[in-house]
Nanobody, 124 residues
Framework: QSQLVESGGGLVQPGGSLRLSCAASGFTLDYYAIGWFRQAPGKEREGVSCISSSGGSTHYADSAKGRFTISRDNAKNTVFLQMNSLKPEDTAVYYC?????????????????WGQGTQVTVSS
């Protein structure tokens, strides 16, 4: 059975850091590009970052550039999102998703499997 499970979310003060993990089971991530998305209450889901299957290419939303870093460890079948200098507007449920192929697809809808999300709350 194929699964994606996010972890690492929680409550953090503004300016703090969190490291999110997305672990795959039942399949290998080697052949998938992987994206991180987030959705705040009452808002549309938005893309945050994406990494190619080899890890050689990364993309970031403007809101994440300079603060977030995506990485992957195919040997551990896991992808990470390091989030630094967190702001209250980063508060959302964060999801990982995979897209079969080498490179990141365009748009939020072109992904094959999704995790159930992990809550990130940035508040003083």
């Amino acid at each position: 059975q194929s699964q994606l499970v996010e972890s690492g979310g929680g409550l953090v003060q503004p300016g703090g850091s969190l490291r999110l993990s997305c672990a795959a089971s039942g399949f290998t991530l080697d052949y998938y590009a992987i994206g991180w998305f987030r959705q705040a209450p009452g808002k549309e889901r938005e893309g945050v970052s994406c990494i190619s299957s080899s890890g050689g290419s990364t993309h970031y939303a403007d809101s994440a550039k300079g603060r977030f870093t995506i990485s992957r460890d195919n040997a551990k079948n896991t992808v990470f999102l390091q989030m630094n200098s967190l702001k209250p507007e980063d508060t959302a449920v964060y999801y990982c998703a995979v897209s079969y192929g080498s490179y990141c697809p365009k748009g939020v809808y072109n992904y094959d499997y999704w995790g159930q999300g992990t809550q990130v709350t940035v508040s003083s």
